[in-house]
């Protein structure tokens, strides 16, 4: 089939929203506290609902497209996520977040789901690596300025001047007063919205899903589940997604909380760096890749994550700032490794199994509600103390993984690994 450019692009923007509504609970975590009188643990379970959402509906999602195709998948996907977003704007409050994040986590998931074979077909098998390549750095652009547009829009709105352009005037009038951080979401549904508009008109092609996108039947899933190895990769995707979302969503009250920095301004730019680093190191990770084994890859940046944590856990202000994004840079390339890891592991079922591994984004609910119920009770430094138990298990995954296909590295081309102890 030959190249669709125009359906690449769609995809990658496809890329650049969800990127944008899913990694702004960060910047809002601090927000969300003191506009609802809440507490961490309720803070934390903003992400829970997200991701809880985002896990239970990876799998369904998968049966959808194979059903319904990916074209309809994704309206209603962003149907969802417009109705999520949508629906906190008019109704900022608590409880209305909590409904609004499951939505937006659903609709988000699957079209995570319909994207990455659409990907392939649209820009070519043989150019479909180079093209995930760069759906990652659209995906972590995006990362990046979420929260740099939340930071300009809270302080724009929060201290109004004659020279406001439409746009915050806008925002401004459709925003209660006291709450300028909830203006992101007029621009979530907006955003939302234009794609559903751009997706009913465009022309999709026809995806034949190879064997590793296939959802699979629920033989192949329960067969799966009475594998030792698919439960140790399940957790350790578990782990791995709450190491991610455990470190974001709190590093702006954790600065905020020990060191007085604004999280408006400080706070915000620290999220946006962690998310920054973390997509450059993907790209340093795939030269790491080139040379070494990605165990002994996974075990270095481990400790290189560890290390970063208690600096920024216990460092001065200053080098707190500047630790907490440097976590990201050495969390970068954990989420291929241990995806790559976990399916040269197996022999046959790849996309079911493909398909629990998305199921396992449930840590990102989980860890940050865990994080929270801690700081409640000992303070936030104990609380994030347990990405140690995370980051740890990533580490230890290091040392006990036995693919039977190791990575190629130079010199040495893809070959069966002893699967002995």
């Not at 302080?155 to 406001?164: E, G, R």
């Not at 084994?293 to 080098?319: E, H, N, Q, W, Y």
């Not at 036995?402 to 190629?408: D, G, Y």
Request: glycine fraction near 8%; aromatic fraction near 14%; hydrophobic fraction near 55%.
């Amino acid at each position: 089939m030959a190249r669709n450019r125009y359906m690449v692009v769609l995809v990658f923007l496809t890329f650049f929203v969800i990127s944008l509504l899913t990694n702004i609970l960060g910047p809002i975590v601090p927000d969300i506290i003191s506009s609802f009188h809440v507490s961490l643990t309720a803070a934390g379970f903003l992400a829970f609902a997200f991701f809880i959402a985002y896990g239970v509906m990876s799998i369904p999602a998968g049966f959808l497209v194979e059903r319904y195709t990916e074209k309809p998948v994704m309206v209603c996907a962003f149907l969802a996520g417009t109705l999520g977003a949508l629906s906190f704007a008019l109704f900022p409050t608590y409880r209305v977040a909590m409904v609004s994040w499951f939505v937006i986590g659903a609709g988000m998931a699957a079209l995570q789901v319909a994207i990455n074979p659409l990907l392939r077909v649209a820009g070519g098998e043989e150019h479909y690596a180079f093209n995930s390549a760069i759906a990652q750095l659209v995906f972590g652009s995006a990362s990046f300025l979420s929260p740099q547009i939340y930071s300009y829009l809270v302080l724009n709105i929060k201290a109004p001047s004659p020279a406001q352009n439409a746009l915050l005037r806008t925002l401004e009038r459709l925003t209660p007063p006291g709450l300028p951080w909830a203006s992101i979401y007029w621009i979530f549904a907006v955003s939302t919205l234009v794609m559903v508009v751009v997706l009913w008109w465009s022309k999709f092609p026809r995806v034949e899903h190879t064997e590793e996108e296939r959802a699979g039947s629920w033989e192949m899933y329960r067969s799966l589940a009475r594998q030792r190895v698919v439960w140790l990769y399940f957790v350790a995707m578990f782990a791995y997604v709450g190491c991610e979302q455990g470190t974001a969503d709190w590093i702006s009250r954790f600065l905020s909380d020990y060191h007085g920095y604004d999280p408006h301004t400080t706070g915000a730019t620290a999220i946006s760096w962690f998310w920054g680093l973390l997509t450059a190191g993907c790209l340093a990770g795939m030269l790491l890749l080139k040379i070494f084994d990605s165990r002994k890859v996974l075990i270095g940046t481990s400790i290189c994550a560890l290390v970063t944590l208690s600096v920024a856990l216990f460092g001065s202000a200053k080098v707190s700032l500047l630790a907490f994004p440097t976590i990201g840079l050495f969390a970068s390339v954990m989420w291929p490794i241990v995806v790559s890891l976990a399916l040269n592991s197996v022999a046959e079922h790849h996309g079911s199994f493909a398909g629990i591994l998305n199921t396992a984004i449930i840590g990102g609910a989980i860890v940050p509600v865990v994080i929270g119920r801690i700081g409640d009770r000992m303070g936030l430094r104990s609380g994030m103390a347990v990405l140690y138990l995370t980051f740890g298990f990533v580490l230890t995954l290091g040392f006990v993984a036995r693919p039977l296909i190791s990575n190629a590295t130079l010199g040495r081309k893809k070959e069966p690994l002893p699967t002995g102890g």
